[in-house]
């Protein structure tokens, strides 16, 4: 199964790019892999509230997602899964679907377009997160779901 993280943003720091190739690496040798496919940041004035901004981003996210069976948007309002959770649904995608496409918003979050195409809408955390560290946080979890799926120690609880 192919995994595209599709995120708005694309001048991260170094850490963010060294955090996600990591767990990118260790999906390498597994049947999962994943990707990230940067959209730029729509533009925004200083008295723009970012309606346009948004609309352009989710353009862009939605003709980036084409191609992908399954699409899942990454909101605050939507929801948790734990880690065992996030396995047992890559397991059933992984059996429906040959890519997957993840949807994460730029500083204003999913325009509408982006969360009513979404089949399902996960929630990391009820906490607004820093767009990097969402990357980082979501190649981890996806890496975390392989070892659940595969038997591996490296998940511990």
Do not use: N
């Amino acid at each position: 199964m192919r995994i595209a993280l599709l995120a708005v943003g694309t001048r991260m720091p170094a850490w963010v790019d060294s955090g996600f190739e990591m767990y990118q690496r260790r999906l390498a040798s597994a049947r999962w892999s994943l990707e990230l496919e940067e959209v730029p940041t729509g533009r925004r004035g200083t008295h723009a509230d970012g309606r346009q901004a948004r609309a352009a981003e989710a353009a862009a996210l939605l003709k980036r997602a084409r191609g992908a069976a399954h699409l899942i948007a990454l909101d605050e309002r939507g929801q948790g899964w734990d880690s065992a959770e996030l396995a047992r649904r890559m397991d059933d995608w992984q059996q429906s679907f040959q890519r997957v496409a993840l949807l994460v918003g730029g500083p204003d979050g999913l325009a509408a377009d982006c969360l009513e195409q979404a089949a399902e809408c996960w929630s990391l955390s009820p906490l607004t997160l820093p767009h990097g560290l969402v990357r980082v946080l979501v190649a981890e979890q996806i890496y975390r779901a392989w070892t659940l799926h595969s038997g591996h120690p490296y998940h511990r609880a």
